[in-house]
C-alpha cells in the first residue's frame, strides 16, 4: 500500500479540520458586526512537518486585530467611545480584571457602572442616588447634576493599554484577558503618552468588515470542499487497493 495515499488522507483530514474551526472564527466574526466594541478576530495556522514529511496544518490559535471602530453618534451620554490606544478594565465574575472597548454602559440596581455585558466598570468614583446627566469627559473626568441641578464631579476613569494589544486572551463577552503574549497590562489616564481619549454621547462600532469576512467565507467553502474531494476519493483508492489484495 502506497504510504503517500495515507499522507493525501491525514493531510486533507487536517484541512477540513482546520477549515471548519476557521469558520467558526469567521461566523463569530459575522455574527459580532453589530456588537459595540467588538475586534475582529483571525486564524493562525502553523504547517505540521514530521520526520520531514508534511503533514497538512493546524489552527493554532486566533489572534484579535484591534483596529479602531468607526463612531455613531448617540442621545445618550453613558455611550462612552475611546478614540486611540486603551481598553477600559471591568470585574469579571470570578473577580479578575478584563479588559473591553464596550463604553456602551448603564447604571444596575447599585448604581454602578456596568457594561452591556453587565460587568462592573472599574474606576475612582461613584454615582449618588439622583445623580443625572452623566458623562466623561475626553481627560475621563467623570461629572453629573444632582438633584439641585449643580454640577458634581463623581470621579475619574482610567483606560489600560498593552505592548502587544493583539495577544490578548478572549474571555468571551466582549471581555479580554492579559496574556504573556499581550505582555503587563499598563494603566494610564485618557489623554496621556500613548493612551487614547475619551467621549460621550458615541460608541466605537465593530471593526469587522462584512465584505472581507463574507469573502473569506466563499474561500472557505471552496476549500472545504477540495479537500473533502481529495478525503473521498484518496479513501476510495485505498479501499480499493485493500480488495485487489484480497483478491
Do not use: C
Not at 454602559?105 to 472599574?122: C, F, H, K, M, Q
Amino acid at each position: 500500500m502506497p504510504a503517500s495515499l495515507f499522507q493525501t488522507l491525514i493531510i486533507s483530514r487536517q484541512d477540513i479540520l482546520s477549515r471548519m474551526r476557521d469558520l467558526d472564527v469567521t461566523s463569530n466574526n459575522l455574527a459580532n458586526i453589530n456588537t459595540a466594541g467588538y475586534k475582529t478576530s483571525r486564524s493562525n495556522f502553523q504547517e505540521m512537518l514530521n520526520e520531514q514529511l508534511k503533514e497538512g496544518n493546524q489552527l493554532r490559535g486566533t489572534q484579535m486585530l484591534t483596529m479602531q471602530g468607526a463612531f455613531k453618534e448617540t442621545a445618550n451620554s453613558l455611550d462612552w467611545a475611546i478614540q486611540g490606544e486603551g481598553f477600559f478594565s471591568v470585574t469579571l465574575p470570578d473577580g479578575t480584571v478584563g479588559y473591553t472597548r464596550d463604553g456602551q454602559l448603564t447604571l444596575d440596581a447599585e448604581r454602578n457602572l456596568v457594561t452591556a455585558s453587565g460587568y462592573p466598570l472599574v474606576w475612582d468614583g461613584s454615582i449618588p442616588e439622583g445623580t443625572v446627566n452623566i458623562s466623561v469627559s475626553a481627560a475621563g473626568t467623570v461629572s453629573g447634576q444632582d438633584a439641585t441641578g449643580a454640577s458634581v464631579n463623581l470621579g475619574t476613569v482610567g483606560l489600560t493599554r498593552f505592548p502587544n494589544p493583539n495577544g490578548l486572551t478572549s474571555f468571551g463577552d466582549n471581555a479580554w484577558l492579559e496574556s504573556d503574549a499581550s505582555g503587563a497590562a499598563q494603566a494610564g489616564a485618557p489623554g496621556d503618552e500613548n493612551f487614547g481619549t475619551l467621549s460621550s454621547f458615541r460608541v466605537e462600532q465593530s471593526n469587522v468588515e462584512m465584505s472581507q469576512e463574507l469573502t473569506h467565507l466563499i474561500t472557505l467553502q471552496r476549500s472545504f470542499s477540495m479537500s473533502l474531494k481529495a478525503f473521498q476519493q484518496t479513501d476510495e483508492m485505498i479501499a480499493l487497493a485493500i480488495n485487489l489484495r484480497k483478491a
